[in-house]
């Protein structure tokens, strides 16, 4: 008998590899409020009741809860919104496992720490700088403090699903030069790593088949920031020679990008590697597949 999950939040690029590598091996209910697949059926997990129903209607082994708002200024405008889907939603899933005594996967950000060290191992302790950073943090710590059984798996800077959902920096990138851009501004003094959704979605598998519960840092390997990793992308598709990469500090788009980010998010997977269950590739390799798997042809 295949082990039932139901993966709430599943419409995004997170959810899109989720679906992809658990597909075969377990029967999954995949949700969203945006019902952008014909995998996907409709829920809006800030509906208690709603959510409570399809979740027990399911009678799934494992709660899966994938979904939250992720960008930071729409956070910084809409703070109500943002505890509701990213805190009191996840409060709702620890309910819901608790009742049915099964674990719960919920899904935190390298961005809980406030930049202060270069690098941040599981242990370290978070200092959200935002709404968005404390939204996360706050439902991560019900989690923790709350659930009976569950994995908490730390993101870093997501890349994934290619151009119909990725709406984090690569795609931003890809999107200008797409454009005809010929010059890209990057910033100089953001740290962070890189994270593959579908090595990300391995891991969490390796994880609960061998019931590693407990929080975990989840990001590729080898340290970075913004500037290597447009470098390493432009070089990755020829272009070296013909786009110009302008070094600039965060001031430059302090329009734009108005929330506060921490200076350095960069994760350390300890923990995952003294287990032996580290999935996550270095950034560079999980960068190439990224690209070679999902932008085949879309700059032509």
Known sequence: MKKKIYIAG?????GEAFYTQFKDEYVIKCTDKDVNED???????????AYKKDVEDFDP????HLGAYTNLEFCEENVDDTYMTNTIAAEN???LANALNIPLL??????????KQ?????????????VYARSKYMGERFVAENANKFLICRAGWMMGAGPKKDK????????QLKDGNKELFIVNDKDGTPTYTHDFALTVKELIQKEYWGLYNCVCGGQTGRLEVATELVNLLGLTDSIKINSVESDHFKDVYYAERPASERLLTKKLEMRGVNKMKDWKVALKEYIETY??????
Request: net charge negative; charged share 25%.
């Open 10 to 14: 599943c419409g995004g690029m997170l």
């Open 39 to 49: 995998w996907l059926s409709f829920l809006d997990f800030r509906d208690f009741d």
């Open 61 to 64: 082994d494992y709660i899966f």
């Open 93 to 95: 899933a620890v309910y």
């Open 106 to 115: 919920y899904i935190s950000t390298a961005g809980i720490f406030d930049g």
């Open 118 to 130: 270069d690098l941040y191992d599981d242990w370290d302790l978070p200092n959200p700088l935002g």
């Open 168 to 175: 984090k920096f690569i795609q931003k990138l890809m999107k």
């Open 295 to 300: 932008y085949q042809g879309y700059l032509d």
